[in-house]
């Protein structure tokens, strides 16, 4: 976007953009000619306009983890305006900076900062501003509540900005408020959505339309890695009002109404050459390790495994995509509308300016909509037609076609001091990934390896994907050791636990739970765990019920810390959230696959946790002000499942060392008890 | 094939001209642009296609809009009266009862139906009357208290 457009799109004001560093602020700072005035390493930008509305723009995405919300925050608090001034722009490659992907609970940290720092550079322009109209002392303006005053003079920041067409470029290092002064931020401002999400006003990209839309379907093979032989579509040419579109295997099927999409595909006649399958999800774990680059370990460990589980974001993967003068738009819900955009443009052999991605806020994503397949299905199939498409998967596809979680081995070994430290840890995973593999523990022996593998499903980003895996390992193992030392665990924890940080979620946690208390009776159970991962602490403790076989999640306490806290009431829900969802991978969700088919592809088959499962969830927020904010999208989901383990041992003397730990046991129970 | 040209829906009647084998769930959607009403799953599963039909809960995914036609059809676009939000929606609002939101207009006119056949229900007539809606979010503690709260204002009204 030229700089020019700023205020021909916006209206008038002040424009303040946040860049890296001064040198570039300086290079980029008039406004470079050409296409790309705005300047490559630009992390943020915000408006004010002639009304006093500030327009903030970032890249990241809203999926239900209220980032329009502390985004909000974060400027509200530095720029001193009321929130119901703010009105943020997410996600739209055409008009917000680049941004690398709403991934890796990297918000808070990264750009939760950034848009303080553009927040108070607006603030400031402000105060040179009142200082030069009203030629008085700088130091002797106030910016409060939406108000610039000086002595008996004051503004509204439409009032100052009346009149001005101001670009400001600004480095990235501003001073900030420390969280110990906020304000607004640190606070729990209601979810500025909500209102629009509980009247059903929220446009979410399953909802949008275009004038003289079509609707697509997919024709799909019966297996994965199947090619197609040959296609007869005659029947469904002679529908009226479909178009069939061929390209390779890519067989799409466009409708004025999608039953009547959904019709023709059917009516399709295709021949599929299989692939071979190599391995099913009962033998996938002997697989990973043959298949284990470098050398794997040998034998004598302790096994752990982890199965493929789904996302299933309840709003599955759409898109809507329209070309207009050899321009692309599209409407998709993913969590990196960039790489979206780079994927489109790459596919189509067009420049990236050519394609525009906008994200409206989405039905979840969970690390599960990185990509932009219903992205490109929709664009080639409105590129062919010459109409705006519209591409909405089905809830089969998703648990079909999508990407995963990936299954992992995971082995460990450790021998203990006799006094009950730990002399010697090894721990290997197969396939899931290194996140979360380092132990938080202190031991001076220590042998930590990730091995590549392979996979024999799509497999990608899940919120902690490997950090749970890890996580249940080791913390599986470690209580292995506790036992086998006659030590309580949450002690032995504690004694091979120096990081400060650690300590206090375990004991808060403890103390918050009765753990010293806690009374065993038959079939009662008790189990804790704690970690560490992206910045942030987590521990667990969980009491179950486990009679003939059957295990009831009864109580989970979780201390979780994070750092300074940007919204308790948000953090509250995100981590309460977190222990339900992971109890679904803890307990029952897997994928099944043999054949290179999918075999738990709709909801009927694969169990996802509901209200029926939910034991009383307590959380205790520790509140860090003297340290940044880290993100909690993840960690809090990575320490439910060894405690459940754990726990499930206190109770029956089982150890159980696959997740899911029920997949069987469980399976009948609440799915069939629908409302 | 048979049509269906009325549909009563909001307080409204709402001509179209749809075919009466397709689902309230996609004539909703597609023909009113009433979009508020979620595609979950198209099996009964999670119930995020949630409307009320003559006042009773039902899964518009797997509802023909053919059987509908003459009966009363609230979609969450049609709950809050002048403006002024349903005790439900307010109280959703005030337990922070959402995360992305995908299954929250399901879930308030589901939770809307138990608090007609049961006014002021105990967390367990909740987990059952509720089971069938999925928030994959996690929210459901959250819901539970959202219900209670509207109960208490009478949100059954």
New interface residues.
């Given amino acids: 976007m030229n700089r020019r457009d700023f205020f021909a799109v916006l209206g008038g004001g002040v424009v303040v953009m946040l860049v890296e560093d001064e040198m570039l602020a300086q290079e980029t700072g008039g406004g470079r000619g050409g296409r790309r005035a705005q300047p490559q390493n630009l992390n943020a930008w915000l408006h004010i306009g002639e009304t006093g509305i500030v327009t903030v723009f970032s890249g990241k995405v809203e999926v239900g983890q209220n980032a329009r919300t502390s985004l909000t925050q974060a400027v509200a608090e530095e720029l001193r305006a009321p929130v119901s001034s703010i009105h943020m722009v997410l996600a739209d490659t055409d008009l917000t900076p680049y941004d690398m992907g709403t991934v890796g609970s990297m918000t808070t940290p990264l750009m939760w900062p950034v848009m303080r720092r553009a927040a108070a550079a607006a603030r400031e322009t402000l105060v040179d501003l009142a200082s030069q109209k009203w030629m008085v002392e700088r130091s002797t303006v106030q910016v409060a509540d939406g108000k610039v005053s000086a002595g008996s003079r004051s503004a509204g920041f439409g009032e100052l900005t009346h009149g001005e067409t101001l670009t400001r470029t600004i480095p990235a290092n501003v001073a900030l408020a420390p969280a110990t002064e906020w304000k607004i931020a640190g606070t729990s401002l209601p979810k500025v959505n909500a209102r629009d999400i509980v009247t059903g006003a929220q446009r979410y990209t399953y909802d949008r339309k275009a004038p003289g839309m079509l609707y697509a379907k997919v024709l799909r093979p019966p297996s994965f890695g199947a090619t197609l032989l040959s296609l007869d579509s005659a029947a469904t040419e002679a529908i009226p009002g479909v178009k069939v579109l061929r390209e390779g295997d890519f067989v799409g099927v466009t409708a004025t109404d999608s039953s009547r999409a959904e019709r023709a595909v059917a009516t399709l006649k295709a021949e599929w050459k299989p692939l071979v399958a190599e391995t099913t999800s009962k033998d996938v774990y002997a697989y990973f390790k043959q298949n284990a680059q470098g050398a794997a370990a040998g034998p004598g460990l302790t096994a752990y495994t982890v199965a493929y589980i789904a996302h299933v974001p309840l709003e599955p993967r759409s898109a809507l995509a329209e070309w207009k003068d050899g321009k692309l738009t599209v409407w998709t819900g993913s969590q990196r509308p960039f790489g979206v955009r780079s994927e489109l443009a790459e596919h189509f052999g067009i420049p990236e300016e050519n394609v525009r991605v906008i994200v409206p806020d989405t039905g979840s994503g969970y690390g599960g909509k990185h990509d932009g397949e219903a992205a490109y299905e929709a664009a080639r199939l409105a590129k062919a037609t010459g109409q705006p498409v519209k591409r909405d998967w089905t809830r089969e596809e998703e648990m079909t076609w999508a990407y995963f979680r990936p299954g992992g081995l995971i082995e460990v070994a450790g021998k203990l001091n006799l006094d009950g430290t730990l002399a010697e840890w090894e721990m290997h995973n197969y396939n899931s990934g290194p996140s979360g593999l380092k132990t938080p523990y202190d031991v001076a022996n220590k042998t930590e390896e990730m091995h590549q593998s392979k996979s024999p499903l799509r497999q990608g980003s899940y919120r902690g994907l490997a950090g749970t895996a890890n996580h249940f390992a080791r913390e599986s193992y470690m209580d292995e050791l506790a036992h086998s030392a006659g030590i309580d665990p949450l002690e032995f924890r504690l004694k091979n636990a120096r990081n400060e940080r650690l300590r206090a979620v375990l004991q808060a946690a403890a103390v918050k739970f009765g753990w010293k208390d806690r009374k065993k009776t038959p079939g009662r159970g008790f189990g804790i765990s704690g970690g560490f991962e992206k910045g942030s602490y987590v521990a667990n403790c969980v009491e179950v019920n486990a009679v003939n076989g059957a295990v009831k999640v009864v109580r989970v306490v979780e201390a979780f810390e994070c750092g300074a806290i940007v919204n308790p009431e948000h953090l509250r829900n995100q981590v309460e959230g977190a222990v339900a969802m992971g109890m679904g991978g803890a307990l029952f969700e897997h994928v099944d696959f043999a054949g290179n088919r999918i075999l738990t592809n709709r909801l009927s088959r694969y169990r996802v946790p509901r209200f029926a499962d939910m034991p009383v969830i307590e959380s205790v927020l520790l509140d860090r002000r003297d340290l940044p904010s880290a993100g909690a999208g993840e960690t809090p989901i990575m320490g439910i499942a060894p405690a459940i383990g754990n726990a499930i041992f206190d109770a029956t003397a089982q150890r159980i060392r696959a997740l899911p730990m029920m997949p069987d046991k469980l399976s009948a129970g609440s799915n069939s008890a629908l409302a | 094939m048979a049509k269906i040209t009325e549909l009563n829906v909001n307080g409204s009647r709402r001509t179209l001209d749809a075919?009466s084998d397709?689902?309230l769930l996609?004539v909703l959607?597609?023909?009113l642009?009433?979009?508020?009403?979620?595609?979950?799953?198209?099996?009964?599963?999670?119930?995020?296609c949630t409307v009320l039909v003559d006042g009773t809960?039902t899964k518009s995914c797997l509802t023909k809009v053919g059987a509908v036609a003459g009966k009363r059809i609230v979609?969450?676009?049609g709950?809050?009266a002048g403006g002024q939000?349903h005790p439900m929606?307010e109280a959703?609002?005030e337990a922070?009862a959402?995360?992305?939101?995908?299954?929250?207009?399901g879930m308030?006119l589901?939770a809307v139906g138990l608090l007609q056949r049961t006014p002021h229900p105990t967390d367990a007539e909740?987990?059952?009357?509720?089971?069938?809606?999925?928030?994959?979010?996690?929210?459901?503690?959250?819901?539970?208290h959202a219900i209670h709260l509207a109960a208490g204002k009478g949100g059954h009204a």
Wanted: proline content about 3%; some cysteine; overall charge negative.
């Fill in positions: 075919d397709r689902t996609s959607r597609e023909d642009d009433l979009t508020g009403t979620k595609y979950g799953c198209g099996e009964g599963q999670c119930a995020a809960p979609t969450i676009e709950l809050a939000l929606q959703f609002i922070d959402m995360q992305c939101g995908w299954c929250t207009p308030i589901g909740i987990v059952s009357g509720m089971n069938g809606h999925i928030c994959r979010c996690g929210t459901y503690s959250r819901v539970t």
